[in-house]
């Protein structure tokens, strides 16, 4: 099967990845982004 597999990597400013998203759909995937990267800035 071919076609698009989106993926979206958080990394912190030391170059660290804190979260990892795999097989996107377009839908709502930024609110889960700014959600989850909201959520590492806390801790």
Same mark, same amino acid.
């Not at 698009?4 to 912190?12: A, G, H, L, N, Y």
């Not at 804190?18 to 909201?38: G, I, N, P, Q």
């Given at each position: 099967?071919?076609g !698009?597999?989106? @993926?979206?990597? /958080? !990394?912190?400013a030391?170059g $660290?990845?804190?979260?990892?998203?795999? $097989?996107?759909?377009?839908?709502?995937?930024?609110?889960? /982004?700014?959600?989850?990267? $909201?959520? !590492?800035?806390? @801790?």
């Open positions: 099967v071919m !698009i597999e989106r @993926s979206t990597f /958080v !990394i912190d030391n $660290k990845l804190r979260a990892e998203f795999r $097989k996107v759909r377009v839908k709502d995937h930024v609110a889960a /982004v700014l959600e989850e990267t $909201k959520r !590492i800035n806390k @801790s």
